[in-house]
């Protein structure tokens, strides 16, 4: 819990965007409601975090292979705490811009190092429940910016904003007193050559001195990976394909779930995310990651569809909906949270789990800097351009979403083989099973014969 609250400090700025949107929205008066957000200023300065964030993103893979997880989680709390003391204490643009920096070069520490931790730490059984609460975390974020955003709004002297961006500081602190407690992650102490550490670590967290063959399973592949002298470059071999596949393309489409426009109108639906996210957890380890990204991607593509029809239906093209009966609003708030749920049991926290639980050791930090990477750049791209894409492409933008949820779909259904209960250390068997990318992935044994072949 203590480590994926580090989700919060991304959930939190995620949160006070959205305040600064509704306060530029009360500003923007307008008769057409698609166009009524478009302001390339505010979303520039908005998303200048996430750019911020995938060059940290890049660098903590390094740190967090030399210097162990914490260390890194430990970086991001502190870097985010001094960008919330910029912006809260901020006389000038200037002041505001570093602090929006240093916020994204924390939470690029973080979302590096946190669903890495969580998924090295936990056991294989329960990976998938504890990794999610990192995307719990980043949804209490969001939803206790959104009530203080409400709250400080009201202030008169017109220096609501100071208060919501300085408690930012709040999460910030939660993050750096949790990493000085917890313990450095086993496989993490063994890769910087503390066996010894590492073992009395792992007797400490699994409750029992029974870790001989987990622990030797750990060494084995520290073994292989202190192998691999530069892991960006062995990222892009054959044999890792798949990882570097699964890498760029679940983050690039968690983007384009459409979540961003449904939650830039509503932002309280957030409680909808917090609960859906209750429903992912307690189900991920025995329903399994394929099934709840499938059922999750066809909830949100008919949501999607009905949504696209009651919006084109009253709003039109003009983006004057007049007055709208109480009963289609009802018709439509109902539908978003049915489509929040699919996404908050499926592809919000499943795009942060499945990355980060299936990379080996040798390539981990650097494919998850790659994940986190793709992520930032399109965050980055989404909040930069489609509040000009709503005002030009209208209700049809929901039509967009939904062609790539299918699409989407369609990549899971075909391509990402079931990592429900497989121990991290042992997940190459799962690619060396898969119809598709077994011709890429060689066995072990393969492997020996392929050196024994050639020694002769």
């Not at 429940?129 to 709004?153: D, K, P, S």
């Not at 300085?166 to 917890?182: D, S």
């Not at 910087?192 to 699994?206: P, T, V, W």
């Not at 790539?404 to 042992?426: A, Q, R, Y």
């Amino acid at each position: 819990m203590v480590a994926a609250f580090g989700g919060l400090i991304f959930g939190y700025d995620l949160g006070i965007s959205g305040g600064v949107y509704a306060k530029e929205m009360n500003m923007k008066p307008s008769d057409n409601q698609y166009c009524r957000f478009d302001s390339q200023v505010l979303t520039l300065f908005t998303s200048s975090l996430y750019l911020a964030a995938l060059v940290a993103s890049l660098c903590a893979s390094s740190i967090t292979r030399i210097f162990g997880r914490r260390l890194t989680m430990l970086s991001g709390g502190i870097l985010f705490l001094v960008g919330a003391g910029f912006n809260a204490f901020a006389q000038k643009v200037w002041m505001l811009i570093v602090g929006r920096m240093l916020l994204g070069f924390g939470i690029g520490c973080a979302n590096q190092s946190v669903p890495i931790y969580v998924s090295e730490v936990a056991p294989y059984k329960y990976r998938g429940a504890l990794n999610m609460m990192f995307q719990l975390a980043i949804t209490i974020g969001i939803f206790v910016a959104n009530v203080l955003n409400y709250f400080f709004a009201k202030m008169k002297n017109g220096e609501g904003w100071r208060y919501s961006l300085g408690l930012a500081a709040v999460p910030a602190v939660m993050i750096i007193i949790g990493a000085m407690f917890l313990p450095d992650s086993p496989s993490s102490l063994i890769e910087r050559g503390k066996d010894e550490k590492a073992k009395q670590e792992l007797i400490k967290i699994r409750g029992t001195s029974d870790v001989d063959e987990e622990f030797k399973d750990l060494v084995e592949a520290s073994q292989s990976s202190m192998a691999v002298k530069h892991p960006w470059a062995t990222l892009l071999k054959r044999h890792y394909r798949p990882q570097l596949v699964m890498a760029i393309a679940i983050p690039f489409f968690q983007q384009l779930t459409g979540m961003n426009v449904i939650t830039f109108y509503a932002p309280v639906l957030f409680r909808t995310i917090g609960f859906a996210t209750f429903v992912s957890i307690f189900t991920v380890d025995k329903v399994g990651r394929r099934k709840l990204f499938l059922e999750g991607g066809a909830q949100m593509f008919i949501c999607q569809i009905v949504i696209t029809a009651a919006i084109a239906s009253k709003f039109g093209v003009d983006g004057n909906p007049g007055i709208l009966p109480k009963w289609y609003a009802f018709l439509v708030v109902g539908f978003i949270c049915i489509y929040v749920m699919g996404f908050a049991w499926s592809w919000g926290p499943l795009g942060w789990l499945v990355p980060s639980e299936i990379f080996p050791l040798e390539v981990r930090s650097a494919a998850q800097s790659i994940n986190v990477s793709v992520n930032m750049i399109f965050t980055f791209a989404i909040a930069q351009v489609f509040t000009s894409m709503l005002c030009h492409m209208k209700f049809g933008l929901f039509i967009f979403f939904a062609f790539f949820v299918l699409l989407m779909s369609g990549f899971i259904h075909k391509f990402l083989p079931e990592t429900k209960g497989v121990p991290i250390e042992e997940m190459s068997v799962v690619w060396q099973n898969h119809s598709y990318w077994k011709k890429f992935v060689k066995s072990a044994s393969e492997e020996a014969n392929a050196k024994v072949d050639n020694s002769c």
